[in-house]
């Protein structure tokens, strides 16, 4: 580089190949010092993250530092320039950075350095992973709940700055066009905005959610909107990251209704489920059901508000990571501001930054390293040696300076932390609470989709899977002790010499077998069954499923795949709990 940034002579640069970055062992980082207390926690962030890849690696892997400006610090070198050019073309050559917090200068005309950011860089995809770490003072009963990856949208929704300000030469023009050339109906003197949200925009965002759940073993992807109101801009986020993971991922991937409806509540081993909720659901759920996340993928404003509002949940902003991403170029950032009334007074948490730097070492698969963080972490604040932040609020707590903290996190990693100890734990207790969930949707699938935020919408929602069925020569007192050895009313009868699949329900016994006096162990099935048998799609909606059923006077239906294949029954009872419950979906 020429100007003000060098970089070190040991390292060499991170590649892309295949789509693939690709690590050498001894990678130049570039690193951005930040503003205000950005120089404090900086500095201990890079003894940490140093000690940790020394001592996972024994010295065969070594990161090599470039800083980079931005901030004040760049003012004062490059003529007042905030973010100069030779920055922005070092962030692009080097594909992974991390920054300290910075200052938006005063001033009319100025953006965010944030914001310049991710649009010069086009740093799509705001990544904020939000997890409980023991000893950490939370408001919530179980913070250990909490473990979820936030995807935000970086570049659309009302982020896009297309305003018009109320009284304005060009709110009036778009005004009248609303009115005069649209139909549309709001007050006089509106601010108005437009809210953009692309296919391209959505799809790339989903992929990038995806792909994260796939290399990570994440059990979930949930798309987070509002479609319910905004049909074609949050909604149509919704229909085009479905359509994304059915055309990108379709091997991999399954929605949550055919995780009922085809699998009865079990996650095949290797797949993610695709979900959705609406966006207020979500924040009830991150506060009442917060294990039942573990991806969101969700716009640029839903996820402003969402991941500030998840990470209070579990200590606040202050130890919140997180990073802006393109498809190569990786950022990683404190997520707080520069809190100048602290600056170099070696007092602040340096959470943020460090684990934003622990995102970065899993980014570049040195896993072992940022593992060790975490779990030295975690010692350090359970025995309550803590910055001044967390020491108010923990009894009997020993306040450390910033420095101070970091070399406990280092004294702790190169003492004698078990790494395998700590990571067999996690992993025993991410598998049994997956256990968990999913015995609850296998035994009480209603109640489980109640309880997880999961509005019914179509037979698939609510139809019980895997429907009984026996032959059409099976005789009716073999079939009568099949219904009640399986605690179920009705049976599906497979098509026999006339072709047609058909039902046999309790009612059809009364009617045909019990009243007439006939036997029925000299009686088959297919005499008795209701034919042809009333079926429907998987993707019905309830009200044309209720309305099928008033039509034809039955009492259920069979829901059929593709194939036309039974794969479940819905009954008028199933409709009336779900419309008891949820009221008639929108």
Same mark, same amino acid.
């Given at each position: ?7 070190? *002579? ?5 590649? +892309?190949? %295949? ?13 951005v010092? @930040?503003?205000?207390?950005g ?13 940790a +890849?020394?001592?996972?690696?024994g010295?065969k892997?070594?990161?090599h530092?470039?800083e ?10 490059y ?12 962030l $692009?050559? =080097? ?6 917090? =910075? ?23 705001c990544?904020?992973? !939000?997890?409980?770490?023991d000893g950490?003072?939370s ?16 570049t659309?929704? !009302? ?14 023009? !778009? ?15 509106? @601010? ?8 391209f925009g ?5 992929? $990038? ?8 073993n ?12 905004m ?11 479905y ?17 009922y409806?085809t ?5 095949p081993?290797?797949k ?18 917060p294990?039942?996340?573990d991806v969101?993928a ?13 990470a209070?949940e ?22 707080h501001g ?18 934003s730097?622990?995102?970065? =070492? ?16 975690? &010692? ?7 910055t001044? %932040? ?9 306040e ?17 932390l078990?790494l %395998? ?10 598998? $049994? ?6 015995l609850?949707?296998v ?9 997880? @935020?999961r ?10 899977p895997?429907?009984?069925? +026996? ?11 099949l ?13 026999g010499?006339?072709g &047609?699949?058909g ?14 006096s006939?036997?029925?162990?000299t ?5 008795v ?12 909606? =309830?009200?044309?499923?209720?309305? $099928?059923?008033?039509g ?11 194939d036309q294949?039974?794969i479940?029954?819905i *009954?008028?009872? %199933?409709?009336?709990?779900s419309?008891?419950?949820? @009221?008639?979906p929108?």
């Open positions: 580089m020429t100007g003000h940034i060098s970089y070190p *002579s040991g390292g060499q640069k991170i590649t +892309v190949k %295949d789509g693939k970055i690709q690590v050498p062992d001894e990678p130049v980082l570039g690193y010092e @930040g503003d205000g207390i120089p404090d926690i900086t500095k201990a962030s890079m003894r940490i993250w140093d000690a +890849v020394q001592k996972a690696y010295g892997r070594k990161i530092w470039a980079l400006y931005m901030g004040e610090k760049a003012a004062g070198l003529d007042g320039d905030y973010f100069p050019e030779e920055t922005k073309e070092a $692009k050559d =080097l594909l992974v950075s991390i920054k300290g917090p =910075l200052t938006t200068p005063v001033g009319g005309g100025f953006r965010s350095l944030n914001v310049a950011l991710r649009q010069d860089l086009d740093l799509y995809a990544v904020r992973p !939000v997890r409980h770490y950490v003072p408001p919530l009963r179980h913070p250990e709940d909490v473990d979820v990856v936030i995807f935000r949208e970086n659309e929704d !009302v982020y896009a700055g297309i305003e018009y300000q109320s009284g304005s030469d060009d709110n009036r023009k !778009v005004a009248d066009f609303l009115r005069k050339e649209m139909g549309e109906r709001f007050f006089e003197d509106a @601010g108005l905005g437009v809210k953009p949200i692309s296919e959505s799809k790339r965002l989903v992929r $990038k959610a995806i792909q994260y759940a796939i290399d990570n994440r059990e979930s992807v949930t798309l987070v909107h509002k479609g319910n109101i049909k074609f801009t949050e909604g149509a986020f919704r229909h085009w990251g359509e994304l993971a059915r055309e990108e991922f379709g091997d991999v991937t399954i929605t949550e209704e055919e995780l409806s699998y009865g509540g079990k996650r081993e290797g993610v489920v695709i979900k959705d909720r609406i966006a207020d659901i979500i924040f009830q759920m991150m506060l009442l059901r294990n039942e996340f969101l969700t716009m640029n404003l839903n996820g402003d508000y969402l991941s500030d509002a998840v209070a579990v200590g606040g902003v202050g130890i919140a990571p997180g990073a802006n991403m393109s498809d190569n170029i990786a950022v990683f950032e404190a997520t520069t809190a100048p009334k602290y600056a170099n007074q070696d007092k602040v948490n340096p959470g943020s930054l460090l684990f730097g622990v995102m970065m =070492l899993h980014h570049i698969g040195w896993s072992e390293a940022a593992d060790l963080i975490t779990a030295a972490y975690e &010692q350090v604040v359970t025995s309550k040696i803590v001044y %932040d967390f020491a108010r609020q923990i009894e009997g707590a020993a450390v300076r910033t420095s101070q903290f970091a070399d406990a996190i280092i004294a702790e990693m190169q003492g004698d078990d %395998d100890q700590f990571r067999s734990e996690r992993d025993q207790a991410i598998e $049994k609470d997956r256990k968990a969930r999913e609850r949707r035994s009480s699938p209603l109640e489980e989709m109640v309880a997880s @935020g509005i019914p919408h179509t037979v698939a929602d609510l139809m019980n895997n429907p009984v069925s +026996v032959p059409a020569e099976t005789n009716v007192e073999d079939a009568m002790h219904m009640r050895e399986k605690r179920i009313s009705s049976v599906i009868v497979r098509p010499d006339d &047609q699949w039902i046999m329900t309790q009612r059809d016994v009364l009617a045909r077998i019990v009243q007439p006939r036997r029925p162990n009686v088959k099935v297919g005499e069954a209701s034919k042809p048998l009333v079926t429907v799609p998987v993707d019905m909606t =309830l009200q044309e499923c209720a309305e $099928k059923m008033g034809s006077n039955i009492r259920r239906c069979a829901v059929t795949d593709k294949e039974p479940g029954i *009954s008028d009872t %199933d409709i009336f709990a419309v008891e419950q949820f @009221g008639l929108e």
